[in-house]
């Protein structure tokens, strides 16, 4: 099976603590443990000593592993529900750790790396922080699969968003097919609904941020952005009402969005005209 590595711990394991998952090995083997951690290429695992006396920290090669079964860490289960809300800023929070600490991990199937990528990416870009987004798409973009390599193109949009080169992501945003399916493809179209924003190309921005409510319903973290959008693509149009139909949505769905208190302010204004 290739070289395991010992180590002897006279206490509790030094890595994260779980619910009990399971490795499967390319020859088979199957290893349990409640603690597992990656470095270096390596994922190491705590198991009782036969006597019971303290832990044996095992290494097993990535390259020797065939799939991962472990438990969500619980705070991608809170982001995941803060997510449903539109609640970016929760999400963001609740990622922050364990985007570093999974990250040597990855490349392993069954990682639950590219999941907390994803949604933190979704948060990033949803709440404004465009540069963030850019640079952790960039990190994504490492993992060899369409989704990833999808996600990727569309978050690294963002950088040029933030610079404002309008240009760049009206060509990026056109060569991801619109509607593939792909949520890669909704954050391009969040970024083309930004971009087209400042070139005041309202009905183009419009019709972006329409594709993400329509299309990609289900990516609840990249709606109040869309919606927020919507309204001032339709403020541009001279379209009053749709605006204020756009902020009351979003404010009666995403109350917990950071884009709620603007669409008070607005609707506040709205309704007085």
Do not use: C
Not at 266 to 272: D, G, N, P, V
């Amino acid at each position: 099976m290739g070289r395991i590595f010992l180590i002897l711990l006279t206490g509790v394991a030094v890595a994260r603590a779980q619910d009990v998952g399971t490795i499967t090995m390319k020859d088979g083997t199957v290893y349990s443990s409640s603690s597992i951690r990656g470095s270096s290429n390596t994922i190491f695992i705590s198991i009782p000593t036969t006597q019971g006396s303290g832990f044996i920290e095992i290494g097993l090669p990535f390259s020797k592993i065939a799939s991962l079964n472990i438990p969500a860490p619980s705070d991608l289960r809170i982001a995941i529900a803060a997510a449903k809300a539109g609640d970016a800023e929760t999400v963001i929070l609740r990622t922050k750790t364990n985007i570093d600490s999974e990250a040597d991990l990855k490349d392993v199937p069954g990682s639950w790396w590219p999941e907390i990528a994803k949604i933190r990416l979704f948060a990033l870009a949803s709440s404004g922080r465009y540069a963030d987004a850019a640079d952790l798409a960039g990190k994504i973009g490492v993992l060899t699969n369409e989704t990833a390599t999808t996600l990727s193109r569309g978050g690294t949009l963002f950088g040029s968003v933030a610079s404002s080169d309008t240009e760049a992501v009206v060509v990026g945003a056109n060569a991801i097919p619109r509607l593939s399916g792909e949520p890669g493809a909704a954050l391009a179209q969040l970024a083309l609904g930004q971009a087209l924003l400042m070139k005041k190309d309202y009905p183009g921005a419009l019709r972006a941020f329409l594709t993400i409510k329509v299309f990609y319903p289900s990516l609840t973290l990249l709606q109040p952005a869309a919606l927020m959008g919507a309204a001032n693509a339709y403020l541009g149009l001279d379209d009053e009402k749709r605006a204020l139909q756009a902020v009351i949505e979003l404010q009666d769905n995403f109350a917990r969005s950071p884009q709620a208190p603007d669409a008070k302010k607005m609707e506040k204004h709205l309704s007085k005209s």
